[in-house]
């Protein structure tokens, strides 16, 4: 979690420095790529938590339901 946090308080101060920013549909201000399922849940859970309810954060991962992932995508996200 501490590696973690590491690279992600600096990313998340950066994308609210200015408030809050847009949401635009299937365009992420950022993209975590991970080489594990496990590293990403780990990710998203410790990115949720920074950014409260002020990011949406998304959890992309192979071998779930293509459909709920792909439209909460088009809804729009800032971290995936």
């Known amino acids: 979690t501490g590696k973690t946090l590491a690279f992600l308080v ?3 101060e950066r994308m609210l ?4 920013p847009e949401l635009q549909e299937g365009a992420p201000l950022c993209v975590v790529l991970t080489p594990t399922r496990e590293l990403a849940q780990q990710v ?5 938590a920074l950014s409260g309810k002020r990011l ?4 992309l991962a192979g071998g779930a339901a293509m459909d709920p992932q792909q439209k909460a995508l088009k809804e729009g996200v800032h971290i995936v």
């Open 10 to 12: 600096p990313l998340v």
């Open 44 to 48: 998203h859970r410790e990115a949720k």
């Open 56 to 59: 949406r954060t998304l959890l």
């Open 17 to 20: 420095a200015k408030g809050t």
